[in-house]
């Protein structure tokens, strides 16, 4: 594999997790079959809508913004892991940036990365290979059943890792003020958890 499907790169500000606020370089590759209902890139979903572009040309890609002051590469979607990510790691690994992941988890791991973003959904989740590596657990909040199996993700992360859990993050979903409320109530009373915006899509940026 030399080619992945791509639906856009672009630089911009990390909008959310714990890295937000930091200048970033996205790749985010096509094709996604987790279905998320609420889900704000359905255009990423059929890969073929979307064109191969050579891992050298993203290479490229990427160290112009390294040149520009990018702190790290993003490799989003979509959902990044239906793709093996091996190639792809070694090729932007030797550039120098660290390299984040955001995922589902719903596909084993590829690729070698500095922080893995888990974000696991409730209709598919995570595979339990994602739930002892990652770096951050991000759920989605949009009705109390979720508060719920946000505990259970954080639970079955700290019986997968022997040693440093991830840091546990609610996000409210896009303009849903019920996982708001929910989201802002859940934090302030369970301090292990805190709360992740999407300040990107307030600043109308990318
Ligand atoms: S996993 Fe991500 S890209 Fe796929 S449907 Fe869910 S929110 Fe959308």
Redesign the pocket.
Known sequence: MNSLPVVETFRSIQGEGIHSGRSAFFIRLAG?N???S?????H??PQSAHPQRSLAELSAETAAAAADGAAFVVIT???PLHHNLDELCEILAVLGLPLHLET?GVDPLSGKFDWISL?P?RHKPPCNELLSCCDELKLVVHEAADLEFAESMAAANIAAVNQKSAALLLQPGADCPAGRDLAINYVLKHPNWRLSLQTHKWLGVQ
């Open positions: 996604c987790v279905a998320c609420w889900c704000d890139t359905k990423s979903w979607g979509g959902e589902s974000s959904k």
